[in-house]
């Protein structure tokens, strides 16, 4: 059985009609990056292009193109997901490589932890000794890691 021509449908090259899903699907296909985008200026300012009979888009084309985009957002994010399950599925790596933290992340750590130390001595030395003793193990932990 034939499609039916709707008014949302164009031809094509092969003398086929081609809806308005499968116009912007083509679209999309051919330029991703404008998926992403939440404005849809320009890919309507191209459908007005390539439809030089129509003076505006109709409000049924608008509607097309918002369902194609999340049907298209939609199977894109299924399909990292599935990725996702697979990779994590995947053995993980025995020996990772260290990353060694920026030294002047390590040296505002140090002043951090010199600011608590002292607010701790000021609050009640001996109430708090054992947590002084933790802070000094802290600290010296960290400037150990900045001399390496």
């Not at 992403?36 to 009979?53: E, Q």
């Not at 097309?64 to 993980?92: D, F, H, Q, Y």
Request: with cysteine; charged share 30%; proline share 5%.
């Amino acid at each position: 059985m034939a499609k039916k021509r709707t008014a949302n449908a164009t031809t094509s090259g092969n003398g086929q009609a081609e809806t308005t899903s499968g116009y912007f699907r083509k679209f999309f296909a051919e330029n991703p990056k404008l998926l992403k985008k939440r404005s849809n200026a320009v890919v309507l300012a191209k459908w007005l292009a390539d439809h030089p009979g129509a003076k505006e888009v109709p409000s049924a084309v608008k509607q097309g193109l918002a369902n194609i985009k999340s049907v298209l957002r939609s199977r894109k994010r299924r399909r990292r997901k599935a990725r996702a399950e697979t990779s994590a599925a995947a053995p993980v790596p025995t020996a990772a490589p260290v990353t060694r933290p920026k030294a002047s992340s390590l040296e505002t750590l140090e002043d951090q932890i010199d600011d608590c130390l002292t607010f701790a001595k000021d609050l009640d030395r001996e109430e708090l000794d054992e947590v002084i003793r933790t802070l000094r193990r802290a600290r010296n932990t960290v400037v150990w890691k900045m001399g390496q």
